[in-house]
């Protein structure tokens, strides 16, 4: 699960309006760092705007969630994995 993506929809906004809350500009941005980490289409926000999100969101989403997060998604699709 997306925490920004869940934090996203409990608080009723659209991506257009959480792109603007942390100045990305574009909503199709703000829907790439939404989707899930296995997604194709998912991106990682720069560092900077993690630590803006984190602000935006209260602290109900931390910086470094994308890091860990993405650390179990890599472990689950690592070979060893499968076994």
């Given amino acids: 699960m997306n925490k ?3 934090w996203r929809k409990a608080k009723g906004l659209s991506y257009q309006k959480l792109a603007d809350k942390v100045g990305a500009g574009y909503a ?3 829907r790439a760092w939404c989707l899930p ?3 194709k289409n998912f991106r990682m926000p720069p560092e900077e705007t993690r630590l803006h999100l984190q602000e935006a969101t209260g602290g109900a989403v931390v910086a470094s969630w994308w ?3 993405g650390e179990g998604a890599e472990k689950d699709k ?3 994995a499968a076994r």
């Fill in 4 to 6: 920004l993506n869940a």
């Fill in 28 to 30: 199709a941005t703000a």
């Fill in 37 to 39: 980490l296995d997604h």
């Fill in 67 to 69: 890091l860990l997060a």
């Fill in 78 to 80: 690592s070979p060893s």
